[in-house]
């Protein structure tokens, strides 16, 4: 039996999420089938660095499964994806001590939010970026962005609070890009709370539409009420960018 890491990529769209549900298609039933199915075991099970919700995406996920197949190393790769569907692939794989624990080892993560503020719209990022009708200042968001870098209390922009035991997360780096009608807002922290990415990318699209002053997102952070920050931005614009281990 060995552990084996694997970094897989997927499209958001069509899954409800990471996590296995009754009745539902989710990322981590179909890897678990197609692992399945590769190696003849009927006890398999996958777990990841962390669950993505419904229409998230995903460029670098990291999982792990342990497994007794005997598929040849040099093989094994190829081998998943010939059973996976075209909207998840396996980038990598690799064989780890048996402690590793994709969430538990993970250091920091990073996660990218992605707006779409062109003229008109795009039908074939309609997936992939969230839509704004209205021209962002970008700049604005950046400064905004500010105070939240560090060590804070992140209660805010926390949905469902409690569901961690603390809300305390260190954010090392966050900055706000433009390219011609893209926008994006880069976040790698030591953790995550649920749905904290999507609050702050939808407090600071507040402030970059100028219907908040760049002052509010300190506010928001200092008064810890999830009501006062802004609206979760859509899943389709999330995309989970890489978890890093030491």
């Given amino acids: 039996m060995r552990n084996y890491k694997i970094i897989l990529s997927y499209d958001g769209t069509e899954f409800r999420g990471w996590q296995t549900q009754r009745g539902y298609r989710t990322v981590q039933e179909t890897l678990e089938m197609a692992l399945m199915a590769l190696t003849g075991e009927t006890n398999l099970r996958v777990f990841a660095s962390g669950r993505t919700d419904a229409g998230v995406h995903a460029i670098g996920q990291v999982a792990n499964f342990f497994s007794a197949t005997h598929v040849p190393f040099e093989k094994l790769l190829g081998a998943i994806n010939a059973h996976l569907p075209d909207d998840l692939v396996v980038r990598s794989v690799e064989i780890v001590p048996d402690s590793f624990d994709p969430n538990r080892s993970a250091i920091r993560k ?137």
């Fill in 110 to 246: 990073m996660y990218r939010y992605v707006i779409h503020d062109g003229p008109t719209r795009d039908p074939f990022m309609r997936r992939y970026a969230c839509r704004s009708k209205h021209r962002i200042d970008d700049r604005a968001m950046a400064r905004a962005a500010e105070p939240l870098k560090g060590t804070h209390d992140f209660h805010s922009f926390e949905t469902e609070w409690p569901n961690r035991k603390s809300s305390v997360r260190t954010i090392m780096h966050l900055s706000v890009n433009r390219a011609g009608d893209y926008i994006w807002i880069d976040v790698e922290a030591d953790g995550f709370l649920y749905n904290m990415v999507r609050a702050i990318a939808g407090t600071l699209i507040q402030v970059g539409r100028g219907f908040w002053p760049e002052s509010s997102v300190a506010e928001v952070l200092k008064a810890q009420d999830r009501t006062m920050a802004g609206p979760n931005a859509p899943p389709e614009g999330l995309y989970l960018m890489r978890v890093t281990y030491e």
